[in-house]
Nanobody, 123 residues
Framework: QVQLVESGGGLVQAGGSLRLSCAASGRTFSSYAMGWFRQAPGKERAFVAAISWGGGNAYYADSVKGRFTISRDNVKNTLYLQMNNLKPEDTAVYYC????????????????WGQGTQVTVSS
């Protein structure tokens, strides 16, 4: 089982940037794909980005392509999400998640979750 702890959320103005981090422990970090999801008030949790075990492949929701970058450091056991040109519609609780598989296949493969970190973008 893997434990995940997110950090880096906060309040930022539209157009600004934030970098989220997710520290993992309890399982060999480099053996599984990782992802970021978000949940806005009154909405279901939604996929944001995912990255394969070695970092060679990344996948993004259309709404964040070109603005967000997912990355990982398998030495530090940490996942990142660099968020640039933030918009008010990016406001949500952001969760990192660990897949049961090495590569990203489907959202239901993610079964280990962090507690979430709040990102608020003001207009």
């Amino acid at each position: 089982q893997v434990q995940l702890v997110e950090s880096g959320g906060g309040l930022v103005q539209a157009g600004g940037s934030l970098r989220l981090s997710c520290a993992a422990s309890g399982r060999t970090f480099s053996s599984y794909a990782m992802g970021w999801f978000r949940q806005a008030p009154g909405k279901e949790r939604a996929f944001v980005a995912a990255i394969s075990w070695g970092g060679g492949n990344a996948y993004y929701a259309d709404s964040v392509k070109g603005r967000f970058t997912i990355s990982r450091d398998n030495v530090k056991n940490t996942l990142y999400l660099q968020m640039n040109n933030l918009k008010p519609e990016d406001t949500a609780v952001y969760y990192c998640a660990a897949s049961d598989y090495e590569t990203y296949r489907r959202n239901t493969d993610f079964r280990s979750w962090g507690q979430g970190t709040q990102v608020t973008v003001s207009s």
